[in-house]
């Protein structure tokens, strides 16, 4: 069982940058897949990017180069460093851990909302 706690969301203009956080508490977090997750008004959840327990990462191609995520093991947490935001990636952000064993139930924290505007 995981927990998780988001932060950092807010209002930004366009071309500006952010910084979520999503602490966890619970068990393995270390060599949990644990990724972020965005939707929009009127649009599917979509993954944004996953970082593995091993340090790899993958992105979704509207936001590769400009997103970046990490982790940090000792203080249970992930990333989400955003720059060059667009308007179009105004959304709320959810953060993932993922499942132990691929098919089993991951983890979902509550999501925060990320808006870029001028």
């Known amino acids: 069982q995981v927990q998780l706690v988001e932060s950092g969301g807010g209002l930004v203009q366009p071309g500006g940058s952010l910084r979520l956080s999503c602490a966890a508490s619970?068990?393995?977090?270390?060599?949990?897949?644990m990724s972020w997750y965005r939707q929009a008004p009127g649009k599917q959840r979509e993954l944004v990017a996953t970082?593995?327990?091993?340090?790899?990462?993958n992105y979704a191609e509207s936001v590769k180069g400009r997103f970046t995520i990490s982790r940090d093991g000792a203080k249970n947490t992930v990333y989400l460093q955003m720059n060059s935001l667009k308007p179009e990636d105004t959304a709320v952000y959810y953060c993932?851990?993922?499942?132990?064993?691929?098919?089993?139930?991951?983890?979902w924290g509550q999501g925060i909302q990320v808006t870029v505007s001028s």
């Open positions: 993932n851990a993922g499942p132990l064993i691929a098919g089993l139930r991951g983890f």
């Open positions: 970082i593995s327990g091993g340090g790899r990462t």
């Open positions: 619970g068990s393995n977090f270390s060599i949990r897949t």
